[in-house]
């Protein structure tokens, strides 16, 4: 027997040998002319959050080389008729009959994603790209349907939900099921090479990384009442905060979660984040605790639950430190960038967006041309070498390993990458220093019966007579339990 014989057969040779043993079987003793074994090795897709990142994950999810392909989108949820409408339209009209999905395969409801998955067979794809909040209940449905996942970042707006897709995952991990979080600078070329040359030592010790997100409001971000904004004062309450969900720290971890993930989780890279257990993460070069400072400004009558700036020092068990600087103000100094800082020079990426990274080293702490050692984008014989789009190539990577069976499971990594946001953000909303297990093993999460919710309600967060929603007061978020013990909320 070869050691492999316990690991599940690759897609295209199960479905090569099983057409055989089929055309065999059924075809023994009889004289037939020509038989066209026709065997279907289409990888299809459900599309569960019909949104602008959903549309856009599925055009990837259809779009992957000839190599990887076929894919087929033949199911879609979501808890809106026009998102879904819209979604639809642009999807087929990108890619004609590779988007089969009649109108008895579009769902709209809470239990949409149960009925979309149900479409699917093992070795098909789910893709989640709601709010956040939703990921475990869906992890959970696919992993017992035994069905690979792409799952948007962040995975996890709270503790409580890293650790239901860590236990969840457990179970996908032994089913060897393929995972992807939508982290997509993992898959860039660039910070690849870049993260490659500093665990050789071309930066030398890194002694402190810094990652900016530095801009206006942004997406649903600010919200004011419900009331006051015509079109949805109608909407159940529970969809209004769905659809305003950067708002509210249940179904996204805030403007926090969503946007500065990225920075925060190339920076945690960089310094050579390990998996390991996230039970002992100082056995792995994950940040171990947090403190920060952030506040609120210029409200007028905004109602949401974030605060408008943060700075957060992270800290890592050797010492090294992570400062991220997010705000989200008009008419300030903008900025988009991580930094890494080592005792033999400077690496910078990440200076324009997520695409190019433009990743560069220095030597010396200043990005001074003069002193460029490395730069990913380079002539090479004449010919510009620069990077693929990462959005393509994380479904690439994707596909290449559900066809030929490759070892593929990000969702650790993204559960702990957003277990690092919750982290720093509980810090920032605490006033407190807060430690990886106090985030982890939080005592009131925000919305534990997500996979309960109706549109009846109630919501997972109230507001008060004049539609404002609980923000976080830092320095008075301490509580007592029954034992007298102090936890922490955020709101
Ligand atoms: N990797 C990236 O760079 C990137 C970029 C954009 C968005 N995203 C992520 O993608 C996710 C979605 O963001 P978006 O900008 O597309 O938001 P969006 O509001 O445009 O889309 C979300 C969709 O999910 C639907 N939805 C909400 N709850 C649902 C439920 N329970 N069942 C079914 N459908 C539901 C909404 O109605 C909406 O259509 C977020 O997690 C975001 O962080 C990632």
């Given at each position: 027997?070869?050691?492999?014989?316990?690991?599940?057969p690759n897609?295209?040779?199960f479905?090569?040998?099983?057409?055989?043993a089929t055309a065999a079987?059924?075809?023994?003793?009889?004289?037939l002319p020509?038989?066209h074994?026709?065997?279907?090795?289409?990888v299809?897709i459900?599309l569960?959050g019909?949104?602008g990142?959903g549309t856009?994950?599925?055009?990837?999810a259809?779009?992957v080389?000839?190599?990887?392909g076929?894919?087929?989108?033949?199911?879609m949820?979501d808890?809106?008729?026009?998102k879904?409408?819209s979604?639809h339209?642009?999807l087929?009209?990108?890619?004609?009959?590779?988007?089969?999905?009649?109108?008895?395969?579009?769902?709209?409801?809470?239990?949409?994603y149960q009925?979309?998955?149900?479409n699917l067979?093992?070795?098909?794809?789910?893709?989640?790209?709601?709010?956040?909040g939703?990921?475990?209940?869906?992890?959970?449905?696919?992993?017992?349907?035994?069905?690979?996942?792409?799952?948007?970042?962040p995975v996890?707006a709270?503790?409580?939900?890293?650790?239901?897709?860590?236990?969840?995952?457990?179970?996908?991990?032994?089913?060897?099921?393929k995972v992807?979080?939508?982290?997509?600078?993992?898959?860039?070329?660039?910070?690849?090479e870049?993260?490659?040359?500093?665990?050789d030592?071309?930066?030398?010790?890194?002694?402190?990384?810094?990652?900016?997100?530095?801009h206006g409001?942004?997406?649903?971000?600010?919200?004011?009442p419900?009331?006051?904004?015509a079109?949805?004062?109608?909407l159940?309450?529970?969809?209004?905060?769905?659809?305003?969900?950067?708002?509210f720290?249940?179904?996204?971890?805030g403007?926090?979660?969503?946007?500065?993930?990225?920075?925060?989780?190339e920076c945690?890279?960089?310094k050579?984040?390990q998996?390991?257990d996230?039970?002992n993460?100082k056995q792995?070069s994950?940040p171990?605790?947090?403190?920060?400072?952030?506040?609120?400004?210029?409200?007028?009558?905004y109602v949401?639950?974030n605060?408008?700036?943060?700075?957060v020092?992270?800290?890592?068990?050797?010492?090294t430190?992570?400062?991220?600087?997010?705000?989200?103000i008009?008419g300030?100094?903008n900025?988009?960038?991580?930094?890494?800082?080592?005792?033999?020079?400077?690496?910078i990426?990440?200076?324009?967006?997520?695409?190019?990274?433009?990743?560069?080293?220095?030597?010396?702490?200043?990005?001074?041309p003069?002193?460029?050692k490395?730069?990913?984008?380079?002539?090479?014989?004449?010919?510009?070498?620069k990077?693929t789009d990462?959005y393509?190539d994380?479904w690439?990577d994707?596909?290449?390993?559900?066809r030929n069976?490759k070892?593929?499971?990000?969702?650790?990594r993204?559960?702990?990458?957003?277990?690092?946001c919750n982290?720093?953000?509980m810090?920032a909303?605490?006033?407190?220093r807060?430690t990886?297990?106090q985030?982890?093993d939080?005592?009131?999460?925000?919305?534990?019966?997500l996979?309960?919710?109706?549109?009846?309600?109630?919501?997972?967060?109230v507001?008060?007579?004049d539609?404002?929603?609980?923000v976080p007061?830092?320095g008075?978020?301490?509580?007592?339990?029954?034992?007298?013990d102090?936890y922490?909320?955020?709101?």
């Amino acid at each position: 027997m070869s050691k492999n014989a316990d690991s599940n057969p690759n897609r295209r040779d199960f479905i090569k040998a099983s057409g055989k043993a089929t055309a065999a079987g059924a075809l023994a003793g009889v004289a037939l002319p020509h038989v066209h074994a026709a065997v279907d090795d289409t990888v299809n897709i459900a599309l569960i959050g019909a949104g602008g990142r959903g549309t856009g994950a599925a055009h990837n999810a259809l779009s992957v080389s000839a190599a990887n392909g076929p894919t087929k989108l033949v199911a879609m949820a979501d808890v809106f008729e026009d998102k879904m409408a819209s979604s639809h339209n642009s999807l087929s009209k990108r890619h004609g009959k590779k988007v089969d999905v009649p109108a008895e395969r579009r769902y709209i409801g809470f239990d949409g994603y149960q009925k979309a998955m149900d479409n699917l067979k093992e070795g098909d794809i789910a893709i989640f790209t709601t709010p956040p909040g939703f990921r475990w209940v869906f992890f959970d449905y696919a992993v017992r349907r035994g069905l690979n996942v792409f799952m948007e970042k962040p995975v996890t707006a709270d503790g409580f939900g890293t650790k239901k897709i860590l236990e969840s995952n457990k179970i996908a991990k032994q089913k060897k099921l393929k995972v992807g979080v939508g982290l997509m600078c993992r898959h860039s070329k660039a910070r690849r090479e870049m993260a490659g040359r500093i665990a050789d030592g071309e930066l030398g010790e890194l002694l402190l990384l810094r990652s900016y997100r530095m801009h206006g409001p942004v997406a649903s971000a600010r919200s004011l009442p419900q009331k006051e904004v015509a079109q949805y004062r109608d909407l159940e309450e529970v969809r209004w905060q769905i659809r305003r969900f950067h708002s509210f720290l249940w179904a996204s971890g805030g403007a926090f979660n969503d946007y500065y993930i990225h920075t925060i989780d190339e920076c945690c890279w960089m310094k050579g984040a390990q998996l390991g257990d996230p039970e002992n993460v100082k056995q792995t070069s994950w940040p171990i605790y947090a403190q920060a400072t952030g506040g609120r400004h210029y409200r007028g009558n905004y109602v949401d639950q974030n605060l408008d700036t943060y700075s957060v020092e992270y800290h890592f068990a050797d010492g090294t430190k992570l400062w991220h600087n997010g705000r989200t103000i008009n008419g300030c100094h903008n900025e988009f960038a991580s930094y890494a800082h080592g005792t033999k020079g400077l690496g910078i990426f990440s200076i324009n967006g997520h695409w190019p990274a433009d990743a560069q080293m220095f030597r010396g702490q200043t990005p001074n041309p003069a002193q460029r050692k490395w730069r990913f984008n380079k002539v090479v014989n004449g010919t510009l070498i620069k990077e693929t789009d990462p959005y393509q190539d994380e479904w690439d990577d994707l596909l290449d390993a559900i066809r030929n069976d490759k070892p593929y499971n990000e969702a650790d990594r993204g559960a702990m990458a957003s277990q690092v946001c919750n982290m720093g953000r509980m810090a920032a909303h605490t006033g407190m220093r807060i430690t990886w297990d106090q985030a982890l093993d939080i005592k009131e999460p925000f919305s534990p019966n997500l996979d309960k919710l109706s549109l009846k309600g109630p919501a997972p967060v109230v507001a008060d007579k004049d539609g404002k929603y609980p923000v976080p007061n830092p320095g008075q978020m301490a509580f007592k339990d029954a034992k007298g013990d102090t936890y922490y909320k955020e709101y």
